[in-house]
């Protein structure tokens, strides 16, 4: 089983910077949205529940 790594830092009222496997990127959470700068959007449906996509 491989291991993973990420890390996230919040840098104020709803933006984060992330850290990963694939680099660094700044995520921004609009409501129940969040849009990060690598073109990814998460949408919370439901408690426990959430959409994943890309934008581009």
Known sequence: MPF??????????????????????VSKRFGRATVSST????VRLLKGLSWRGKLW
């Not at 790594?5 to 919040?10: E, G, I, V």
């Not at 073109?39 to 998460?42: A, K």
């Open 4 to 25: 993973s790594f990420r890390w996230s830092k919040a840098l104020g009222r709803g933006v984060r910077l992330n850290a990963g496997r694939s680099g660094l990127s």
């Open 39 to 42: 073109g990814r959007v998460s």
